[in-house]
């Protein structure tokens, strides 16, 4: 298979901050590839260096066959993008707001009636195509924004925080969404995301990245694969004083003290938990769950996902400044 997307020792300095630090991976076409990270982590550096809205301080990337930096151009030809912050038109209807997209991408004026048609069928916004973009709720204008950067048929889509904000069910539609884009349209999706349960279900591999740099890259199955057995939480009177106790155990594969409470991940929990039980002493409550993304990311860094102030400067006003030159 192809690839779509290549990435080599990529970086890029924003005076003394180091938004992305070495960053090296491909994609295959057809394939949904995650960066998986809290805010601040470079995921949205990185995907506005990948659509030509920043220069990379230094490394390679290409997309579709075509230099990010020798061949901008193509590039952009080449790709749809959807950016965490709104840029639909809300004083314009969804039907309006896509024929503009399709006059600016050059989509013959033959086609655009058949492309818009297309674009709204996919996401679901028949209905709503000639009401004005201010009467949407939020996740019909994601929708809207996701139909709209597909329409002039790209090869590779970047989804970035594609359903920041959105209430569960919004965030299930849109899901189902992107799922049928790769399934009837055969296009590469790059997609950030902070959502665990996003990066598990849409993506195919996922990088996890953290302060510009990518920890570990994998599919999902095997990142929760590879911390080892499901984790038992366990809130006891001291923590601390028991984690070297439970790591020495043979089936247990990771230990951790937070705040009273051990996170252990142990091989076949059934069978080992009585043994566990019995190391730990008094034990206030205890929880037994699944391995998820999060204990994948906990894992490799030492802290959960943080919510911080979001990359600068935002993409949003990158695309505001690049169509403004």
């Known amino acids: 298979m192809s690839i779509a997307v290549s990435v ?19 994609i295959k076409e057809g394939e949904i590839f995650g960066l998986l990270g809290p805010n601040g982590a470079g995921k949205t550096t990185i995907i506005s260096i990948l659509s030509t809205l920043l220069s990379p301080t230094s490394g390679k990337a ?11 151009a193509k590039v952009r030809n080449k790709i749809g993008i959807v950016f965490q912050d709104p840029s639909s038109d809300d004083i314009l209807t969804g039907r309006e707001n896509l024929y503009l997209h399709g006059l600016m991408y050059g989509v013959p004026s033959s086609d655009i009636k058949s492309r818009i048609t297309e674009s709204l069928d996919l996401v679901g916004l028949q209905d709503r195509a000639d009401d004005l973009v201010r009467t949407y709720s939020g996740g019909m204008r994601r929708r809207l ?40 349209n055969k296009v ?14 849409l993506c195919d591999r996922l990088a996890i990245i953290d302060y510009g740099k990518i ?12 911390v080892g057995g499901d984790t038992v939480q366990l809130e006891v009177s001291d923590s601390d004083s028991l984690v ?49 993304l999060n204990d994948v990311f906990l894992h490799y860094t030492g802290h959960d996902i943080r919510e911080e102030s979001a990359e600068k400067p935002s993409a949003h006003m990158l695309r505001v400044r690049n169509v403004n030159k």
């Open 8 to 26: 080599e020792n990529l970086t890029k300095h924003f005076d003394k901050i180091k938004a992305v630090d070495g960053v090296d991976f491909n």
């Open 62 to 72: 290409s997309v579709a066959g075509f230099d990010v930096i020798q061949s901008p």
């Open 145 to 184: 924004e996701i139909a709209r950067g597909l329409m002039h048929h790209p090869d590779v889509l970047f989804l970035d925080e594609p359903t920041l904000g959105l209430d569960p069910q919004a965030r299930q539609k849109i899901w189902e969404h992107i799922e049928s884009i790769v399934k009837d």
């Open 188 to 201: 590469t999706i790059i997609i950030t995301t902070h959502y665990m349960e996003e990066a598990d279900r």
């Open 215 to 226: 920890i570990t890259m994998d599919t999902p199955k095997n990142l929760k694969d590879g």
């Open 244 to 292: 070297d106790k439970i790591n020495s155990l043979d089936f247990v594969s990771r230990c951790e003290s937070r705040n009273n409470r051990l996170d252990v991940a142990v091989k076949d929990v059934a069978h080992n938990l009585p043994t566990l039980f019995s190391a730990v002493g008094e034990i206030k409550s205890f929880d037994v769950r699944n391995t998820t």
